[in-house]
């Protein structure tokens, strides 16, 4: 109770909560008074003037904050401290979204599955063990703890709120499972089998590992992984993309850079660092251009860590590093998910460089880009946000298709300078090489890239130290990335071979215009660095992301929700007509529609324009109309360039003109054209076009537009001209894929079995085939080509046009720009290379491999020949001595016509006559030979001995 008391007075006064409502404190009466005081208040009870009065009591009233049970909860100092230094969590809660239906893996060296934090949310079908081979990734107990890792990253994702247990997860009603693969030996096939796990069923997949964070190694996902992600990408999540989430590395103390890390230096994967929890660089954060975003993390000894499940069903307050980092950004993402899960891989990353904070987080090279975005080497594009993500997400429409653009520096150069030159740019002692290479961004082609997203710079150089070597890449914005800073630890001489340094710091920047290409060399005279080559690679969009008009569910032919038709998009011309768009009813009937020459493409853009006066209103989960006029669509056809006229004429003007020809129609515009995530060079774009569209109609339309651009015209005639199949495509008995429909937007010409014989520009000649980018073993050059046709045959000189093609590189080059040996700008396997030219990889200097390698047959054919004689000739010596069961035995034959005996014979047979008729020829010859004792008399003789050719007479019996 207290002293304030509030009435009715029937005229006016000053302090007054209401109108007629005043409010009174008695000076006599304490604050807070434990007793009525009606005394002091009666008489103003009878006053006239009152009509009602009451004494104000102190109630009890709680700001309504997300408060866990949670023992931990107080503590998780990253989620609940609030001021904008939290990452904005709990305002994401608020609005309902906590990862529910998002599935989350964590691949590390597994998770505990029955924690009592974690188990309601686990999810087995996003777990395996794939060191053990089985479906459970229960991780090895030991006296250390050492696999408590992927159960401390799993607890940040998705532990259970409000459970009186341990802490609470970023997306804490999200399903989470676990990979159990760093336990053991990890291979490609251990690294891709762990990516590639279940990718219909997993949405986010969380990794704080990679190659040895320790200064000197340079390394990335071998084979079978990088196919891994890019199956994830290409094919996950339905066709939306699987969304990989990396930890930056902790190599910081060792002076390592994570462009050096092939797996957070990839597009594909969303490089998340380090913040402590006062807002500074940690001391084992690595900076470089690949870092996409910051969550936080621990620092150094006096700062907070992070709260998260522990190995034996325990607790811990020391999580740390960006493996902790990681996992929550793998929550916020997941929350992101739970708003719209129609968002494909590369639209994630968007939402992440839009909504991440550069506020309150200390680095000394903040800049802001060529569109205003701030950047830093540390902490990437910010601070995640939740709240911002979940709010963005809601409303998001699908980036349009991803376009590749390659420029080999090669190519530029070849044209100002020798080719021998190239191969030889030396970049100076203490002193820098400075590569300027001018693109167009592939403009005029299907791969033009107008606004960016992520840049490579694919670089092959030698050095003898290549931790002196410092590389930064300038954007024609100016905007100057380090791709490659010192490392004082790395003493290698391989230089690198191919290498991506990708940086994410001229996102939404333009393409177009000269890139400039730094190479600094911080070694001594006697430490050379030479330039081979080097390949800028643009990834971007032809249009700008965030005006983009439509959106799809996946990067197949599936579309968006009906929902997201909700979605207003504006066009400047129509700022002023002050009418909301409206969507398409969903009876809109959707068709291909795509027109090919053997030289142009040409596209239409269909726009939807609802001519009923109606409103829509929100009910349940659509629109729904309030009036019947849905038959009013109509589908308006024009092209870029006159969207481009119609603009600048006055909107009042345009809507004068349209109430002339339509006075119900409404100005508002909503274009349908479709855009995919990954939309390759021969697949159409759905067009959404009216299907009773007539040619009186049309003429209207078309005449409106000519007439605004003070073009007017009148259309004598139109006609429709449909190509197709006499029978059903898909009951064609076709055994291998038609190369026709693969060289339409590549090729100038077709013969009539669909084999290219011309390219159109900016594509190289293959076999058969028009390629962006010669493989492999081939190097791109230029050919004259005649001209056929009517203008050669009036001609009186040939007449020739260039075109690209691809030609064979030398057989000791991997790639090369030429076909001659000292042309080669990487050496094929088997080769290594010395001086200027790739030669044989020689054994001791003089053996060549491939004769070692039938020198080595004839070895082995030779010790074969030498033991099969040995084991013949013992065969043969045993069996001449009897040695064997199925040796012969030989008699002894006296040959009567010799002079002498040459043998000596074992008489053993009893056929054999030995009389001592046949002794006279023993004779002239001492021999010494054994009468068997199995005839002990013969001819009144004894067995015996004969010496010397005399047989000594055995007595006789009595």
Not at 246 to 268: E, L, V
Not at 410 to 428: E, I, T
Not at 763 to 785: L, N
Request: charged share 20%; proline share 5%.
């Amino acid at each position: 109770m207290n002293r304030d008391i509030v009435y009715v007075l029937f005229d006016n006064g000053r302090d007054f909560i209401l109108p007629d409502y005043y409010h009174f404190q008695h000076r006599k009466v304490s604050k807070r008074s434990t007793y009525p005081s009606s005394h002091y208040h009666r008489n103003l009870a009878y006053d006239p003037s009152v009509r009602w009065l009451e004494q104000q009591v102190a109630k009890k009233r709680v700001k309504r904050e997300i408060i866990f049970n949670d023992p931990k909860w107080p503590i998780m100092w990253y989620l609940n401290r609030g001021g904008g230094l939290d990452m904005n969590v709990k305002q994401a809660w608020q609005q309902g979204y906590t990862g529910k239906g998002v599935v989350v893996t964590i691949l590390d060296d597994g998770i505990e599955k029955d924690h009592p934090d974690l188990k309601k949310n686990y999810d087995e079908q996003a777990s395996y063990d794939v060191n053990g081979h089985d479906p459970d990734p229960q991780p090895r107990y030991d006296y250390s703890n050492e696999n408590r890792h992927g159960t401390r990253c799993a607890g940040e994702v998705a532990a259970q709120a409000d459970n009186h247990i341990c802490s609470v997860g970023v997306a804490y009603n999200a399903w989470i499972g676990g990979v159990r693969m760093l336990d053991g030996d990890v291979t490609d096939s251990v690294e891709a089998q762990s990516l590639g796990l279940n990718p219909q069923h997993i949405h986010v997949y969380s990794a704080s590992w990679g190659p040895d964070d320790d200064g000197r190694t340079v390394d990335g996902p071998a084979t079978l992984a990088r196919k891994a992600f890019y199956d994830g990408i290409t094919k996950g999540r339905g066709g939306l993309g699987s969304i990989f989430v990396w930890a930056s590395g902790n190599g910081g103390r060792d002076g390592d850079n994570c462009n050096c890390d092939g797996y957070t230096n990839s597009i594909y994967t969303l490089s998340i660092s380090s913040s402590t929890e006062n807002g500074n660089v940690p001391w084992y954060s690595e900076a470089c251009s690949s870092t996409l975003a910051t969550t936080y993390s621990s620092g150094s000894g006096g700062e907070k860590q992070i709260v998260t499940t522990d190995l034996r069903k325990e607790c811990t307050e020391t999580h740390t590093g960006t493996s902790a980092s990681a996992p929550l950004a793998a929550g916020l993402i997941a929350l992101a998910l739970q708003a719209n899960p129609s968002m494909t891989w590369r639209d994630m990353q968007h939402i992440v460089v839009e909504t991440a904070k550069p506020d309150n987080l200390n680095a000394a090279d903040w800049v802001s880009n060529g569109v205003g975005k701030k950047v830093s080497h540390s902490f990437g594009f910010g601070l995640m946000d939740a709240s911002a993500m979940v709010s963005l997400a809601r409303n998001w429409t699908t980036v349009p298709p991803q376009h590749i653009c390659e420029i080999r520096s090669l190519d530029h150069n070849s044209f100002h300078q020798p080719d021998h030159l190239f191969g030889n740019r030396v970049v100076p002692m203490n002193g820098k090489l400075t590569v300027p290479l001018y693109t167009d961004g592939c403009e005029g082609t299907v791969n033009h890239v107008k606004y960016l997203e992520h840049v490579q710079a694919r670089i092959t150089m030698t050095s003898s130290r290549r931790g002196e070597i410092q590389i930064f890449l300038t954007s024609p914005s100016l905007t100057r990335s380090t791709l490659l800073a010192k490392r004082t630890r790395d003493l290698s001489r391989e230089g690198f071979n191919n290498w991506a340094f990708m940086t994410t710091h001229n996102w939404g920047e333009p393409a177009k215009g000269q890139w400039t290409l730094e190479i600094e060399n911080g070694g001594s005279q006697t430490r050379t660095v030479r330039l081979r080559d080097w390949v800028l690679v643009l990834y971007g969009t032809d249009s700008h992301p965030r005006k983009s008009p439509t959106s799809v569910r996946s990067a197949n032919n599936d579309y968006r929700r009906y929902d997201d038709w909700t979605r207003p998009h504006y066009y400047p011309f129509f700022s002023n007509f002050n009418h909301t768009v409206r969507p398409p009813p969903p009876t809109t009937t959707t068709t291909t529609t795509t027109t090919t020459t053997s030289t142009t493409t040409t596209t239409a853009t269909t726009h939807m324009v609802d001519h009923g006066g109606s409103e829509w209103s929100r009910k349940g989960n659509g629109r729904h109309r309030t009036n019947h006029h849905r038959k009013n669509w109509e589908s308006f056809i024009f092209g870029d360039s006159m969207n481009e006229a119609f603009a600048s004429k006055s909107p009042a003007y345009a809507r004068r003109k349209s109430q002339q020809l339509n006075p119900a129609a409404h100005t508002c515009v909503y274009e349908t054209l479709a855009k995919k995530s990954n939309l390759s060079s021969n697949q159409q774009y759905p067009r959404n076009i009216r299907p009773k569209l007539t040619a009186g109609k049309l003429i209207n339309i078309l005449s409106f537009y000519s007439c605004l651009l003070l073009l007017c015209s009148e259309l004598k005639e139109w006609t429709l001209v449909v190509m197709g199949t006499e029978k059903h495509p898909l009951k064609q008995n076709v055994s291998t894929p038609s190369s026709a429909a693969s060289n339409t937007f590549t090729c100038a010409g077709v013969t009539s079995n669909g084999i290219c014989i011309e390219c159109k520009p900016g594509f190289f000649k293959m076999e058969e085939h028009c390629v962006a980018h010669c493989p492999e073993h081939y190097f791109g050059s230029v050919q004259a080509v005649h001209l056929a046709g009517p203008v050669q045959i009036n001609s009186s000189k040939p007449l020739l046009h260039t075109q690209g093609v691809c030609k064979p590189c030398h057989t000791s080059c991997l790639t090369c720009r030429g076909p001659s040996l000292m042309d080669c700008f990487q050496c094929a396997s088997g080769y290594e290379r010395q001086a200027d030219a790739c030669e044989k990889t020689m054994i001791w200097d003089l053996l060549d491999p491939e004769i070692l390698k039938h020198l080595a047959w004839a070895i082995i054919l030779c010790i074969g020949a030498i033991i099969i004689f040995f084991v013949g000739f013992v065969i043969m010596q045993a069996r001449e001595r009897g040695r064997l069961c199925w040796s012969v035995k030989q008699n002894y034959i006296p040959d009567w016509t010799k002079g002498a005996y040459n043998g000596v014979s074992v008489l053993d047979d009893p056929e054999v006559d030995t009389s001592l008729s046949n002794s006279h020829d023993l004779r002239g010859k001492p021999s010494v030979f054994r009468i068997s004792s199995t005839y002990p008399n013969i001819h009144g003789f004894r067995a015996g001995m004969v010496v010397g050719g005399r047989l000594e007479p055995a007595e006789s019996k009595a």
